[in-house]
């Protein structure tokens, strides 16, 4: 099983990867992991090699779960991918979530990525590269990317899931984790 989460900033990507890869045994990939270096250093962009260089290490096995958006990061991995799970939740959930989770994370400090230092401030906040502002900016040209992806034909064998409501978060990981013990 090699699954792909998508959806936008703030929809609970990393949430959801974390309990299917439990749920599953799988390995878990966490994109922005990957990609923030110290000193929020974007690697996406300083770095390209090193960002896909280390995709492509993390997604090497045969089971895993990825979450994240990253461009350069969906050309390797989609090829491999056997599900698209796309968290394809209403502006107002994706905002109150992505709010509540930069408001826990400036208050409580802690780092965001281990060895990183990267942790959230409020000071940030009104860049338009914080994910308050991007998932608001993002959050409709990200559906129409997300739903040609759904229709590309390139992706005709993978098993797609389009969830439009959290409580159908829960169902899925359920059901894909009986599977993967049947498969």
């Known amino acids: 099983m090699r699954v792909v989460v998508i959806g936008s900033s703030g929809s609970g990507k990393s949430t959801f990867g974390h309990r299917l890869s439990g749920a599953c045994d799988l ?4 994109l922005d992991a990957l990609n923030w270096a110290p000193g929020w250093v974007d690697r996406s962009k300083t770095d390209l090699e090193d960002f896909v260089r280390r995709v492509e290490a993390a997604v090497r096995g045969d089971r895993w779960v ?3 958006n990253y461009r350069e990061a969906m050309i390797r991995i989609l090829p491999r991918a056997t599900h698209l799970i796309w968290l394809d939740y209403s502006r107002a959930v994706v905002m109150r979530r992505v709010i509540q989770r930069s408001f826990v994370r400036a208050v ?3 780092e965001l990525w281990p060895g990183t230092g990267n942790r959230e401030d409020f000071r940030r906040w009104l860049s338009k590269e914080h994910p308050i502002r991007w998932a608001w900016d993002t959050y409709n040209r990200r559906r129409l990317q997300y739903e040609a992806l759904f229709a590309e034909p390139r992706l005709a064998a993978v098993s797609k899931h389009r969830l439009r409501q959290p409580r159908e978060a829960e169902p899925l990981i359920a059901r894909l984790a009986a599977d993967s013990l049947l498969g």
């Open 27 to 30: 390995a878990r990939v966490e």
């Open 66 to 68: 990825t979450d994240g």
């Open 108 to 110: 409580g400090q802690q």
